[in-house]
């Protein structure tokens, strides 16, 4: 093969997790990689038509809760939320993903939908974990079109072969 | 080298991070690779003797939680537990590990022993990290006797010569 | 090339996860690799002059909790400490972030920032993520010098010629 080529396995179905694989493969296939992706475990979430991801900071200290609106001195604080507001408000996951996905917009990076359309413009190939599929009762409805659905082996096929080969 | 080989650092000690090294390992050997499988951190639990997993949805909204029986409407709901009740209920976690459990029972998913077992019997290297046994104070007789037990020197010779490195 | 070539993609921020990339990066350098490690998403908290991580139990029941002082039978429990307790306790993980830094420190293992300065001795090449900069308002002068500052193209560039790529 003249051509390079990359395999990354989706596992995470979360809002930020969403990012690496689809914006690595985006880049990779700009680049004149060929791409798969093979989505398993909570991975799968990121086929849905229907993409409905959120982000949770409760057990995640690494990440910065920075407020996107409000005057400049709110916003550069470092909102260390404790873990039992966290845990103890209810729909705080939903605050958390709101603030996530408007620092996302305003900051002109394009969503998760997008990106994922931009790799099948692209020829990424996606895969869908049959075995996930089953263990999770998934129907292939639920699945967006434009990807073929297959197993641990198919996905060896292709690592095989390839430059480089990333668990996410 | 005329075979394929593979390498997987395993690094989660979770029941549902424990099934894709596993899975993949036992796929890898079946079609002839030759596989090395280096425990470290959190995924020194995978060698234990005594297999004790568990599984947390807490942080973590990318999970499916769907009850295993009952009637269909019942187990077609998405149990979006609130967080403040997974933390509140004292043994939420061995709620959520019993039903996973249960799940991949009646889904006719072998078990994490069993996936391990099937590793071993095809020849599958694994290596115990040294420095988490010290880090963590894991005896060797604690772990499973057919393994080794090395640093991430030992590892790297066996990645430097592979096809596909992943990291779990 | 005749030599060996790594590359590792750093995405986490929390104490425990930081030690692996700069573990297997300055063993790998050591052994004549050349290293590179790309810091986007959380990991770039790694990149940080002022470092300042900490560790959470919440949501991962394979970190084993034993106390790094006291009796050794005190020491020798497994402390599954109940979620609610976690949650609730104000400073819990500045409990669980100073534990474990004690047993690191017992065990004569690094810290974080002297591994990252064995990695820069030993020629890692190390670049911080533009796209996470400019997401998290995080400004130049809040990393150290010795890095660059680039793209997941850049990534690509030393991946596709590398015989071992991570992500972690």
New interface residues.
């Given amino acids: 093969m003249s051509e390079?080529s990359m395999t990354i396995?989706a596992?995470?179905?979360?809002l930020?997790?969403a990012?690496?694989p689809f914006?690595?493969s985006s880049?990779?296939a700009?680049?004149g990689?060929n791409v798969t992706m093979f989505f398993?475990?909570?991975g799968l979430?990121l086929l849905k038509k229907d993409l409905n991801?959120?982000?949770?900071?409760?057990?995640?200290?690494?990440?910065?809760m920075?407020m996107p609106f409000g005057p400049s001195w709110f916003?550069g604080i470092n909102w260390n939320i404790?873990?039992?507001l966290?845990?103890?408000?209810?729909g705080?996951?939903t605050v958390a993903t709101s603030l996530m996905k408007k620092?996302?917009k305003n900051?002109g990076?394009a969503s998760i939908s997008e990106l994922r359309d931009l790799c099948l413009e692209a020829d990424v190939e996606m895969i869908g974990c049959q075995?996930t599929m089953?263990?999770?009762?998934m129907k292939r409805p639920e699945l967006i079109d434009d990807i073929s659905v297959g197993?641990?082996?198919t996905?060896?096929e292709r690592?095989?072969e390839?430059?480089?080969?990333?668990?996410?």
């Fill in positions: 390079k396995i596992t995470k179905g979360t930020d997790w990012y690496p914006i690595l880049t990779a700009a680049l990689y398993t475990f909570y979430q991801l959120s982000v949770s900071p409760l057990g995640n200290p690494g990440m910065p920075k916003k404790p873990n039992l966290q845990a103890g408000v209810p705080f996951e620092t996302i900051k990076v075995m089953d263990l999770f009762d197993g641990a082996a996905y060896m690592a095989g390839s430059d480089i080969n990333l668990f996410i």
